[in-house]
């Protein structure tokens, strides 16, 4: 699976929100590592980040409760 698709499908799961509604980036990061099964992680997490601050500022800040 794509990173793209693992990020999306990733935020939309509820159990991924936090209380105050916003996401847990840390359990984002854990789905979409296990559904992309990444060969090399510095190409993952620099995608995942862009795709993270692209999300941030398109919705706003995402504060973590944890």
């Known amino acids: 699976m794509g990173i793209c698709t693992a990020f999306l499908k990733a935020i939309k799961r509820p159990e991924n929100r936090q209380e105050n509604g916003h996401i847990n980036w840390n359990f984002i990061d854990a789905d979409c590592y296990m559904d992309c099964k990444p060969e090399d992680d510095a190409s993952h997490y620099q995608a995942f980040n862009n795709l993270a601050s ?3 500022m398109k919705f706003g ?3 973590q409760l944890r």
């Open 54 to 56: 692209e999300y941030e």
């Open 61 to 63: 800040k995402q504060i």
